[in-house]
């Protein structure tokens, strides 16, 4: 099972940008986002689809129907820029990462 | 606080072996599973694998089996990778997860992350 998402998402401050993962039926999968800044650990800003963790703003928002998950963030700003992976579970319980976006805010 | 601390930077020639510890403290070690991730220079994050402290339970990425063993040694709270015949192509970053919950299933997520072990295998 695989999981694609763009190389890169540029959005000005301010602006919503939307980041996607898309998979076959990934709808029927939860799916997790994490935010890895230049030089750090990756950090969980959303799992089971549209649940976020706390500590992590409330711009940030998820959804996933149909062949596409989704993270949102509503106002970007410069702090967000980031690569920002999903993740799933195959059937076999197999984790399943996508390549990653790199968002630029500016 | 839940929390991974990783070992530290190796260095390693290409043939040699390595083990790489995760040691998590504020939450019952044994009962979350934990999850190993590799990133190689510039690019994304693999799965190694899962193991459960509780009773070394382990599930190894088909891209991995054979090259890696997971272990731990519970009186210490950590968790073990083992890298064997290592290669330049094993340069990476290896991070270690807690998932989030004993039993595993496709609604866990990872969190807290370890701060990541870099490797570098060279001649």
């Known amino acids: 099972y695989e999981v694609t998402q763009p190389p890169s998402v540029s959005v000005s401050p301010g602006q919503t940008a939307s980041i996607t993962c898309s998979g076959h039926?990934?709808?029927?999968?939860?799916t997790s986002w994490y935010q890895q800044k230049s030089g750090q650990s990756p950090v969980l800003v959303m799992y089971?689809?549209?649940k976020r963790p706390s500590g992590i703003p409330e711009r940030f928002s998820g959804s996933n129907s149909g062949n596409t998950a989704t993270l949102t963030i509503s106002g970007a700003q410069a702090v967000d820029e980031a690569d920002y992976y999903c993740?799933?579970?195959?059937?076999?319980?197999?984790?399943?990462f996508g390549g990653g976006t790199k968002l630029t805010v500016l | 606080e839940v929390q991974l601390v990783q070992s530290g930077a190796e260095v390693k020639k290409p043939g040699e072996s390595l083990k790489i510890s995760c040691q998590g403290s504020g939450y019952s070690f044994s009962l979350y599973w934990i999850a190993w991730v590799r990133q190689t220079p510039g690019k994304g994050l693999e799965w190694v694998g899962v193991s459960y402290p509780g009773d070394s339970h382990v599930i190894y990425s088909p891209s991995f089996q054979g090259q890696v063993s997971f272990s731990a040694d519970k009186s210490i709270n950590t968790a073990y990778l083992r890298l064997a015949s290592l290669r330049a192509s094993d340069t990476a970053i290896y991070y270690c997860a807690r998932l989030s919950s004993g039993s595993l299933s496709a609604g866990n997520w990872f969190d807290p992350w370890g701060q990541g072990t870099p490797v570098t295998v060279s001649s």
């Open positions: 039926n990934v709808g029927d999968k939860y």
């Open positions: 089971q689809d549209n």
């Open positions: 993740q799933a579970w195959d059937s076999r319980l197999h984790v399943v």
